[in-house]
């Protein structure tokens, strides 16, 4: 099983862009799907999670109201669409993968991993 991403890039502060991670390859009943970012030396942060079984969505304080997560129809993408950026986004994007677990958003709570993707916000 692999997680991959997709979306990241180069993109000036205020502005847009969607990262896709696929899950189709993920076989679990019920799972959590979360995004978290890092930039270098400084710990990998959890910034949204999303429950397989009913959609609920949870996030960190850094990005709610900016950061969206979702699924696609049929379970087999998750979206985060990133609005409002700013210069401080900048990080390498993860999506990361593991049984459900209450929505966690702690690196440790998570087995599989995608191979990262970079957002650069800069004017």
């Known amino acids: 099983v692999q997680l991959v991403e997709f979306g990241g890039g180069l993109v000036q502060p205020g502005g847009s862009l969607r990262l896709s991670c696929d899950v189709s390859?993920?076989?679990?009943?019920?799972?959590?799907i979360a995004w978290f970012r890092q930039v270098p030396e400084k710990e990998r942060e959890g910034i949204a999670v999303i429950s397989s079984s009913d959609s609920t969505t949870e996030y960190a304080d850094s990005v709610k109201g900016r950061f969206t997560i979702s699924f696609d129809d049929t379970k087999t993408t998750v979206y985060l669409q990133l609005n409002s950026l700013k210069p401080e986004d900048t990080a390498v994007y993860y999506c990361?993968?593991?049984?459900?677990?209450?929505?966690?958003?702690?690196?440790?709570?998570?087995?599989?991993w995608g191979q990262g993707t970079q957002v650069t916000v800069s004017p």
């Open positions: 390859g993920f076989s679990f009943d019920d799972y959590d």
């Open positions: 990361a993968a593991d049984y459900a677990n209450l929505l966690r958003l702690a690196p440790t709570d998570y087995g599989l």
